[in-house]
Each structure stands twice: as structure tokens, then as C-alpha cells.
């Protein structure tokens, strides 16, 4: 039993990890940096090693910033090279959690055979129940639409119990932490209380797909070593987002 009160077993049995692209640079100047990807590596083994099931959604932020081109070039074309550069964090993200000694897929929405598995949900789900982690790659495949809705969407096709969404601030906040002083953290949210007072959780498709399967989100701390087991074992930390008669929580 932890000393806050968790059980022993995991809240969660199968669970899908949204990472986003940035998340792999760390604090460094590199796009994709070893420390970060080894810190993510020995958490999602500790979790595997205790029977959780787990799936990966990796951005490319860190890479490729396909908004940000889109001013000067095709949507479409600016958004496949962003799902490209979700690759190239998938495969590193691979190499870092074998190196772990965690036998790991990799899922690709667009076809490239010689680096990763086409992406086929039953074959998905069986890799979970032989324990392998999956990680998808190239977002849903199609143009207009993020990577926050591409992990909710897997997360929905493989029966994911919830979303764990790392970041670089312990939850969601009323502001912007780092430019309000006066910002409240949420201890839970409904998804109508996020869409409504429009928080940066995930965007409104993604949210509302979650919304109406039911499917929790649940936004942390990545860097925080031991956070990823302490969102699965049900930990009060971040924020929860999910269906409550309560309502929001602001954390004291």
C-alpha cells in the first residue's frame, strides 16, 4: 500500500499514454533527447512488469510544427509531414524501451513496412495481451486531424480503461501557471466544464469523442519520475477529466 492511500493493484489495466512530440526534446536543445526518452522507457516498463497493458501515442511537434506551415503551404501536405515526423519519435521511443528490455510494436497509420506495422486494432490488441507495448505512429492517418484525437480514437478502438495525457505542467489550470500567479490547478474537471470555459486539455474533437465513450483523461506531470505508475494506481495527481456529479474541483 502507498503512503497516500492507493491500492497495491493498478486503478487502470489498459491504458494509452499520449506523449507530445516536444515532450521528447526535454529541456535540451536536441529534437529528441536520450535522458527523456530513457526517463519515459523505465516508467512504462515498471508498469508493464506489473501487468498493465500499455499503448503509445507519440506527437512530432519536436520536429515538424505542421500549424505553423501551414500559412505558406498545402494543410494536407504540411499535416502528412507532421504524421512522418511521428515516426521518427516512435521508432526512437521503440529503441529506447527495448534497450529497457520491453518488447515493443510499432503501429503506423501510413503504410511503411520496412520500419513499423500497419496499424490493425485487432492485431493491436493482441500485442497488448502478450504484453508487448504498442505504439502508434502517423496519427489516424488523414489530414486534419492531431494526434490528441488520433489517442483518443485508439484509446476508444483497443477498449483503453483511460487516457494518460503527460505534459510539462502538473495538471489543468484556470491560466497559464507560468503567466498568472493567480492561476488555480483542478483536482477534476466534466469534459463540458473543459469544452466550455475552453481549457488546453486536448482539442474539442478528441474531447468530445472521450465525452461520449466515457473514457477518462487524466492530465500529469511527465518528468516527475514515478508519475505514469501514480496516474495508473489512481494517485490524486494532475487533474482527472471524466463524468462527475461534482463537478470541478479546484486543488487546495
Not at 516508467?43 to 505558406?72: D, F, H, M, P, Y
Not at 502508434?136 to 489517442?151: E, L, V
Amino acid at each position: 500500500m502507498s503512503s497516500n492511500g492507493a491500492g497495491s493493484q493498478p486503478k487502470y489495466k489498459r491504458v494509452l499514454l499520449k506523449l507530445s512530440g516536444e515532450a521528447f526534446a526535454g529541456s535540451g536543445t536536441d529534437s529528441i533527447d536520450s535522458a527523456t526518452l530513457d526517463l519515459i522507457a523505465e516508467q512504462v516498463k515498471e508498469v508493464v512488469l506489473a501487468g498493465v497493458q500499455a499503448a503509445i501515442v507519440v506527437g512530432g511537434g519536436n520536429i515538424w510544427r505542421g500549424r505553423a506551415a501551414r500559412s505558406t503551404m498545402d494543410r494536407a501536405s504540411a499535416d502528412y509531414m507532421g504524421m512522418l515526423a511521428t515516426v521518427i519519435n516512435a521508432l526512437a521511443l521503440q529503441d529506447a524501451l527495448e534497450g529497457a528490455g520491453v518488447v515493443t510494436r510499432v503501429l503506423s497509420a501510413i503504410s511503411m513496412h520496412q520500419v513499423a506495422e500497419p496499424y490493425i486494432r485487432r492485431r493491436a490488441i493482441r500485442h497488448l495481451e502478450k504484453g508487448r507495448v504498442v505504439i502508434f505512429a502517423a496519427g489516424t492517418g488523414n489530414p486534419y486531424f492531431t494526434t490528441d484525437t488520433a489517442a483518443a480514437l485508439r484509446a476508444v478502438e483497443i477498449g483503453a480503461d483511460a487516457i494518460l495525457k503527460a505534459t510539462q505542467v502538473d495538471g489543468v489550470y484556470s491560466a497559464d501557471p507560468k503567466k498568472d500567479p493567480k492561476a488555480v490547478r483542478f483536482e477534476s474537471l466534466e469534459y463540458l466544464d473543459v469544452l466550455q470555459r475552453g481549457l488546453e486539455v486536448m482539442d474539442n474533437t478528441a474531447l468530445t469523442l472521450c465525452m461520449d465513450n466515457g473514457l477518462p483523461i487524466i492530465v500529469f506531470e511527465l518528468s516527475r519520475r514515478g508519475n505514469i505508475k501514480r496516474a495508473i494506481w489512481g494517485e490524486p495527481i494532475g487533474t482527472v477529466v471524466g463524468r462527475s456529479s461534482s463537478g470541478v474541483t479546484p486543488a487546495l
